[in-house]
């Protein structure tokens, strides 16, 4: 099983949801209460991860940006020139 949505885990049925959590933490004897504290503590954190991951794609791209203007010196001097 794939990752999910916020709108996708907010939208299961009880039955989805059980399923759900027990294969993605490998309990099959987990109930129905703890899958659906797990739900509230995933729904209520979500923003936690998403910042995360929009800051890591922020960092590649300046690392990329810097990669680039160490191998090509010369193509990025023309690139900031005809930016500027």
């Known amino acids: ?3 999910m949505t916020r709108e996708e885990l907010a939208a299961m049925t009880d039955q989805e949801l059980l399923a759900y959590e027990r ?21 209520q954190f979500w923003h936690v991860g998403a910042s995360r991951t929009k800051a890591n794609r922020k960092d590649e791209a300046e690392a990329r940006r810097r990669l ?11 690139v900031l020139e005809s930016d500027g």
Do not use: I, N, W
Not at 68 to 78: E, I
């Open 23 to 43: 294969e993605h933490h490998g309990d099959p004897y987990m109930t129905l209460l703890q899958a659906k504290g797990m739900q509230r503590v995933a729904l």
């Open 1 to 3: 099983m794939g990752e």
């Open 68 to 78: 680039f203007q160490k191998l090509f010196p010369s193509d990025t001097a023309a």
